[in-house]
């Protein structure tokens, strides 16, 4: 069953139009394609936060109109000719994805055994390994093995198998608003490499000169500048970056979550961005970061739907499915994609396809989506613990960020000394970062926490844990 991306408003009212509106705008602009299957209504209800019965308003009413079509035993699907409806199709009239296949059972869960007892987790941004989708993820790699033909494991396009490519572009479109097609994407060893290649690209001919978020993380900034950018630090506050701020030829940014303050880009910082990109001709680079979990709001598309010609989407399946399988994307215009395809190709030839393969058919099959909508319910579960022990035993720590992602921003207290509240954290299991090392000018003192391998029963544990900690440590 496909996620989707839905906006609705809750002041204007008449919640059910907006989502049957959504969805039909979906449809005839080819974001949804023929035969793909809706979340059941129960599913979507409580992705947006509204009773069952107003999305199956939306359904019915999409059911008398011919977008939709809902079959017992099978769910609501778009109709087969229902992506014919309107000629502005934005995926150029290319091949219809064919109906999901029936997935695989479900798989078996593995026991989760913290490698390190009793430390649940090594970074902040790391997922639940543990729920990683062995069982499906093998039926999809079976599959791979006893249907392509054996010239598909000779070496390929660097860019990426085109079933892949086609896939997640359809995927991007539908659930991220992208503006993307297939030939305009190239597969890669996630954000990391990809974010190197594309400096490669953009460094190779100028001096360039990089904005960055700050606070922005510590591993990412000696990347940059490996592929030989200068970076240019520009305050994050509430909204976000600060684009008045702004300098350079391009800018990094992370507008669904920015790491590490959790802060989502505000709509006039948006629109700013853009106006800033086309007044000099300059380039975004998003990192479409945390896009995937979301859980108090509404979803907001990427910024490169909004100017595909300005912004270089970035993404990966690390979180979603795991960093060990090192595959993502960039998506870029068609003239500086196809350079990073050649610098992939002079790089090492492009990615595993056997993997590339599985990920097309997790994504054709509906089992990517249905392991995020999982995952995204025990996220919010154990997000919800963490957060519920902090107000109750360390009130004086303000929560933030908290809206997305797998980690909360803690502000502490001014005068308290975060690398020792941090050291204190790790002690009693947690995952905890300083922020200090993460800026480039002094700010107050605050730290990040991972939640996501941080079992719900555990939380009030681990809380009280530090508060016990702290009360005898010096931490002011």
């Not at 940059?224 to 940014?253: C, K, N, W």
């Not at 992370?254 to 007044?279: D, F, I, K, N």
């Not at 809206?403 to 790790?426: K, S």
């Amino acid at each position: 069953m496909a996620d989707l991306h839905i906006k609705i408003s809750r002041d204007k009212g008449g919640i059910a139009g907006q989502i049957a509106s959504e969805l039909r705008d979906s449809i005839r602009g080819g974001r949804l394609t023929p035969g793909t299957r809706l979340p059941a209504t129960r599913d979507l209800a409580a992705d947006l936060q509204v009773s069952r019965g107003v999305v199956v308003e939306a359904y019915e009413q999409l059911v008398a109109e011919g977008f939709l079509v809902s079959k017992v035993g099978v769910g609501t699907q778009v109709t087969p000719k229902a992506g014919n409806r309107s000629p502005n199709r934005a995926d150029g009239g290319q091949r219809s994805v064919p109906p999901p296949r029936p997935a695989p059972p479900q798989a078996r869960q593995v026991a989760s055994t913290p490698v390190c007892a009793p430390f649940w987790g090594h970074r902040p941004t790391s997922p639940d390994l543990s729920h990683f989708p062995r069982e499906r993820w093998l039926a999809a790699v079976r599959h791979v093995l006893t249907t392509v033909p054996s010239d598909a494991l000779d070496y390929g396009d660097p860019g990426g198998v085109p079933e892949l490519r086609e896939e997640l572009a359809g995927y991007l479109r539908r659930v991220r608003a992208a503006d993307v097609r297939p030939e305009n994407l190239v597969i890669v060893g996630g954000v990391a490499q990809g974010l190197s290649l594309v400096l490669h690209v953009l460094t190779r001919q100028r001096p360039f000169r990089l904005a960055v978020e700050d606070p922005t993380s510590h591993r990412q900034t000696p990347l940059l500048r490996r592929a030989g950018a200068h970076l240019v630090r520009v305050p994050v506050d509430e909204e976000g970056l600060d684009v008045r701020r702004l300098s350079g030829d391009a800018v990094l940014v992370t507008p669904a979550h920015q790491y590490p303050t959790g802060v989502v880009l505000s709509p006039p910082r948006r629109a700013a961005l853009m106006e800033w990109a086309y007044a000099g001709n300059r380039t975004i680079l998003e990192d479409d970061y945390d896009a995937e979990f979301r859980f108090d709001r509404d979803p907001v598309g990427c910024l490169q739907g909004l100017a595909p010609d300005r912004v270089i989407l970035s993404g990966s399946v690390s979180k979603a499915l795991a960093p060990g399988l090192r595959l993502g994307w960039v998506a870029a215009p068609p003239d500086l994609a196809e350079a990073v395809c050649r610098a992939r190709g002079e790089l090492d030839l492009g990615s595993p396809v056997i993997e590339q393969y599985a990920l097309a058919h997790f994504l054709r099959t509906g089992g990517y989506d249905k392991h995020l909508r999982r995952m995204r319910r025990e996220y919010r579960r154990r997000r919800d613990a963490l957060v519920t022990a902090l107000a109750e035993e360390l009130p004086e720590i303000r929560v933030k960020g908290i809206d997305a992602g797998l980690h909360v921003y803690l502000e502490l207290p001014c005068g308290w000394d975060e690398r020792e509240v941090t050291r204190l954290a790790q002690g009693v299991g947690l995952s905890a970062e300083a922020v200090g090392p993460m800026r480039g000018s002094q700010g107050p003192p605050a730290m990040v926490v991972g939640f996501a391998r941080l079992p719900a029963h555990k939380a009030v544990e681990a809380v009280t844990g530090l508060k016990v900690r702290m009360s005898g440590q010096n931490v002011d």
